[in-house]
């Protein structure tokens, strides 16, 4: 009777569990779990046969993707659960509808990525030579330039977008007007450019496993140094791994031919080549090189989880001509991990909210040593970082106390070069900016001696002058 009472207990328990993975989390660690059971059902099929697979279980099959890739093989799909199957039929198809994204997926570096680009950049890359883009990057570029129509295509890219839980993602809301390029394709394109690169020439012997290629790249955990001492190919150095393989003409050339190719393939009435598209391509090309090649990946409020600003946020006027330089001091450890970084902005925010009564998290950016920027105020709204100096230039602070030791080499670049590069570029600091450190203006010891005599080094560091 009580073993039986147990039994029932267990099986109600049971219930539930199956219930709730009914709806699958919608994470790169489910997919990867999912590749594993196509790969354990027939542990004699190689890499290419595996992505074969995922792209018959997503359906990515058009006459551009035959042309690189050749048509589905006829072997049945494999018998394999049918929650692994139902989720990789419905995350690797790429959908957008007008608030949300679907076959994309959360990282755990906090990325969100789509996963058609990857696979398709991934098996291209083993059967092409080097820098062969079109498959992952070049056409959904090119479409996303020409639908967009007339320079400048501001609008031509992106958005990214948050999800409604981190722990327990499902819903991928995205933040503006879709385009055929979201951040989470662009992600999955480079991925798959970065991946498939790696790869090329290499199909006759290739990795014995994609799903440990993934963890590999995906799930690497940093420690110490971190990305200063982590392996190449990990997703923290997208954007670096990326810049050391494509160049923006090469990008320009292999869009314009994927446009050409798709057009002839499709038979598809869309806007002839010339002048005008030429153009049109040259001003994607660039907005793509600001927004993805010089600029950091900044990880929005909303994936961090921030609370709303407190009252009516000011306006500043750009471009800037300052840059100030703080640490947190408190926390007083680099974060190493999303997780990490994003609970740091949160406990900052409530303290300088609750406890300081300021209307938000007072830092304009905040570096992690996770390979990422946090959105702090912003680009658009004054902040609250160096008193007397809010309106006049951006508030940059590291996440650790740097008192006596330095952020990772890494880490420090990611602000002095490619945040910088990113304001400039985008008109939000002028060319000439100036960077201070806290203390140069506000009796503080921020940013701690050892980070405040680093930047003493950087290019664009000036004393502060004195008013005759
Ligand atoms: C996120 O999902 C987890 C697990 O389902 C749940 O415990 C948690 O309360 C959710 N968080 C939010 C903010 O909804
Ligand atoms: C920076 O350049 C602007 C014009 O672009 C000029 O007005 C300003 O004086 C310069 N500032 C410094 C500090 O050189
Ligand atoms: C700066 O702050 C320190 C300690 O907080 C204080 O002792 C010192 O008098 C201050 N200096 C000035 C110029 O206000």
Same mark, same amino acid.
């Given at each position: 009777? !009580?073993?039986?009472?147990?039994?029932?207990?267990?099986?109600?328990?049971?219930?539930?569990?199956?219930?709730?993975?009914?709806?699958?989390?919608?994470?790169?660690?489910?997919?990867?779990?999912?590749?594993?059971?196509?790969?354990?059902?027939?542990?004699?099929?190689?890499?290419?046969?595996?992505?074969?697979?995922?792209?018959?279980? !997503?359906?990515?099959?058009?006459?551009?993707?035959?042309?690189?890739?050749?048509?589905?093989?006829?072997?049945?799909?494999?018998?394999?659960?049918?929650?692994?199957?139902?989720?990789?039929?419905?995350?690797?198809?790429?959908?957008?509808?007008?608030?949300?994204?679907?076959?994309?997926?959360?990282?755990?570096?906090?990325?969100?990525?789509?996963?058609?680009?990857?696979?398709?950049?991934?098996?291209?890359?083993?059967?092409?030579?080097?820098?062969?883009?079109p498959?992952?990057l070049a056409r959904t570029l090119g479409l996303a330039f020409l639908r967009a129509g007339t320079p400048p295509l501001w609008d031509s890219l992106g958005?990214?977008?948050?999800?409604?839980?981190?722990?327990?993602?499902?819903?991928?809301?995205?933040?503006?007007t879709?385009t055929p390029a979201?951040?989470?394709?662009v992600?999955?394109?480079?991925?798959?450019?970065?991946?498939?690169?790696?790869?090329?020439?290499?199909?006759?012997?290739?990795?014995?496993?994609?799903?440990?290629?993934?963890?590999?790249?995906?799930?690497?955990?940093?420690?110490?140094?971190?990305?200063?001492?982590?392996?190449?190919?990990?997703?923290?150095?997208?954007?670096?791994?990326?810049?050391?393989?494509?160049?923006p003409s090469l990008l320009q050339d292999q869009v314009r031919e994927s446009l050409a190719l798709h057009r002839r393939?499709?038979?598809h009435p869309g806007p002839e080549e010339g002048q005008e598209s030429e153009a049109v391509l040259r001003a994607g090309v660039e907005l793509f090189v600001h927004r993805y090649m010089?600029?950091?990946?900044?990880?929005?409020?909303?994936?961090?989880?921030?609370?709303?600003?407190?009252?009516?946020?000011?306006?500043?006027?750009?471009?800037?001509?300052?840059?100030?330089?703080?640490?947190?001091?408190?926390?007083?450890?680099?974060?190493?991990?999303?997780?990490?970084?994003?609970?740091?902005?949160?406990?900052?925010?409530?303290?300088?909210?609750?406890?300081?009564?300021?209307?938000?998290?007072?830092?304009?950016?905040?570096? !992690?040593?996770?390979?990422?920027?946090?959105?702090?105020?912003?680009?658009?709204?004054?902040?609250?970082?160096?008193?007397?100096?809010?309106?006049?230039?951006?508030?940059?602070?590291?996440?650790?106390?740097?008192?006596?030791?330095?952020?990772?080499?890494?880490?420090?670049?990611?602000?002095?070069?490619?945040?910088?590069?990113?304001?400039?570029?985008?008109?939000?600091?002028?060319?000439?900016?100036?960077?201070?450190?806290?203390?140069?203006?506000?009796?503080?010891?921020?940013?701690?001696?050892?980070?405040?005599?680093?930047?003493?080094?950087?290019?664009?560091?000036?004393?502060?002058?004195?008013?005759?």
């Open positions: 009777m !009580g073993s039986m009472a147990i039994n029932i207990v267990a099986m109600v328990a049971l219930g539930t569990v199956a219930l709730c993975h009914a709806a699958p989390q919608r994470t790169m660690e489910s997919f990867i779990t999912a590749v594993e059971q196509v790969e354990e059902w027939d542990p004699e099929m190689g890499v290419l046969s595996v992505l074969k697979t995922l792209r018959r279980f !997503g359906g990515l099959d058009d006459p551009f993707v035959r042309h690189f890739l050749g048509p589905p093989s006829e072997t049945p799909l494999p018998t394999i659960p049918s929650e692994a199957s139902d989720f990789l039929r419905s995350a690797i198809s790429h959908r957008v509808t007008e608030t949300e994204e679907e076959g994309v997926v959360l990282t755990g570096d906090g990325t969100t990525v789509a996963l058609a680009p990857l696979i398709l950049g991934v098996e291209a890359g083993l059967l092409a030579p080097p820098g062969l883009y498959l992952a958005p990214g977008g948050c999800w409604d839980n981190l722990t327990s993602p499902r819903t991928f809301t995205l933040s503006g879709p979201t951040d989470a394709v992600n999955g394109g480079m991925d798959g450019v970065i991946l498939g690169a790696e790869l090329s020439g290499r199909a006759p012997k290739p990795p014995p496993r994609l799903s440990g290629l993934l963890r590999l790249y995906y799930q690497h955990r940093l420690q110490g140094a971190g990305l200063s001492s982590a392996p190449r190919l990990i997703s923290p150095r997208r954007r670096e791994n990326f810049r050391t393989l494509v160049s393939l499709t038979a010089d600029c950091p990946a900044i990880i929005p409020r909303c994936q961090w989880g921030a609370e709303p600003y407190r009252g009516t946020p000011t306006q500043l006027a750009l471009p800037l001509s300052f840059l100030y330089v703080h640490h947190t001091y408190q926390p007083g450890q680099p974060c190493l991990s999303f997780d990490r970084c994003a609970a740091d902005m949160r406990a900052m925010q409530r303290f300088h909210q609750d406890d300081r009564g300021w209307d938000d998290i007072g830092y304009s950016f905040v570096v !992690g040593s996770d390979g990422y920027v946090y959105e702090g105020r912003g680009w658009q709204w004054r902040g609250a970082h160096t008193k007397g100096h809010n309106s006049l230039g951006y508030g940059v602070s590291f996440i650790g106390d740097y008192t006596a030791s330095l952020p990772s080499a890494h880490t420090l670049a990611l602000a002095r070069d490619r945040l910088t590069a990113c304001a400039v570029g985008g008109a939000r600091l002028t060319a000439n900016y100036t960077v201070h450190g806290h203390r140069q203006l506000v009796n503080t010891s921020c940013p701690g001696d050892a980070l405040f005599s680093e930047i003493k080094g950087w290019p664009h560091f000036r004393e502060v002058e004195v008013k005759p």
